[in-house]
């Protein structure tokens, strides 16, 4: 049985693609990655190749080509319930996947103006008032996750779950742009900074060649 | 037990809200259903009073707040699966929650160029090259769904499920700007137009008063 596939970008710059990574890599499911550095001149015909969406990520599981960090996800979780789960409670579940689907579809302004860096910290980026007032929903959604649900350890639901996933690229856009945090938030935040997965991505996105400036705004710092 | 809730935006905009409340109605759950036309002065705060997010549609069941098309659509299919559930082969269900992943965070041209008006037939709306490339791929995963699922009947996978409510605003979008599309892809709009539940809404939607200028583009037909 041929390991799963999971078909990544270049992981300075691929917020999506780190979903699903840090998902597996926490719940210890073997998989080989195929990295597709994002924006160069055959990175579309590469990722086409795998799925007609044209985005990555994708996971390959034997005959299976699934497209799309939530769905990668919802699969997994179906897949790894011990390891990679929603939350068992009901409500907790529902709060969980409305978090991770509000991720999925939203906060653009802070996505599009605290572009995703894995590399190095930057400096001098001011959020518009849109994107503060995304950053500040965030920060609302974590706390009430944290406080209804976080008792049994650092996530957003105690045990680390497919919304952490979903929500780690933001929390690293918040340490790369030097975002003001409360407290809980900053808590949150600095674990999933910690994790050994997370901290391993950053390894190796930091060893990337690849430099593209529309997602190098600030300065480095 | 009071019944669920669940808030919608009006009928003859809000194609997020038409998602849940299609599968709701097409799977026969009971609900009360509260209606908050956009765009108004105060519905902001009436959204809010329901969820933070400040979006709708929001599903209100008992103590539950489950905000987000898809995550209500994840509630039924576990809550109702017999009804509302999807596929249940492992392969037919990765690829609907992908394509229903691919529709909710997608597809941002088709979305803004083809505004949803679920009131009337518009004429003079040219898409963009960005726009076609959306209406293309979109034919394109409904002809894979149907070609590799769909024998037992007219939907995405055979029977209706959360794929197709994801993807019906889409279907109206086409009908609604004259979107020509190759017979198999045409063949499924009128499906969903054809639906009962959507026969509904569009009737609804017709019953509305409000106007908005930008979601009224080209020509009434």
Redesign the interface.
């Known amino acids: 049985m041929a390991l799963p596939t999971l078909v990544i970008g270049n992981k300075v710059y691929s917020s999506w693609s780190l979903r699903p990574w840090l998902l597996m890599k926490h719940a210890g499911i073997a998989f080989e990655e195929v990295r597709i550095p994002l924006y160069g001149p055959d990175s579309q015909a590469r990722i086409t190749a795998f799925s007609?969406?044209g985005?990555v990520p994708v996971l390959v599981d034997g005959?299976?080509?699934?497209?799309?960090?939530?769905?990668i996800c919802?699969?997994l979780a179906e897949r790894f319930p011990e390891r990679a789960g929603w939350p068992r409670e009901?409500?907790a579940r529902?709060?969980a996947?409305?978090a991770?689907?509000?991720m999925?579809?939203?906060f653009f302004a802070l996505r599009s103006e605290l572009a995703f860096n894995a590399r190095e910290a930057r400096s001098g980026v001011i959020p518009s008032e849109a994107a503060r007032t995304e950053i500040a929903?965030v920060v609302?959604?974590w706390g009430?996750c944290r406080a209804r649900y976080g008792s049994g350890g650092p996530w957003l639901f105690g045990a680390f779950c497919p919304a952490d996933a979903m929500y780690a690229p933001v929390a690293l856009r918040f340490l790369t742009y030097g975002v003001e945090l409360p407290p809980a938030a900053a808590a949150y935040a600095a674990a999933v900074r910690a994790h050994p997965a997370v901290e391993a991505w950053i390894r190796d996105a930091r060893a990337e060649p690849e430099r593209l400036e529309k997602f190098e705004r600030g300065h480095a710092a």
Chains 1, 2 share one sequence.
């Open positions: 007609a969406a985005k005959d299976l080509r699934i497209w799309d960090s939530l769905a919802e699969y009901l409500a529902a709060l996947r409305s991770s689907a509000e999925h579809s939203g929903r609302s959604l009430e």
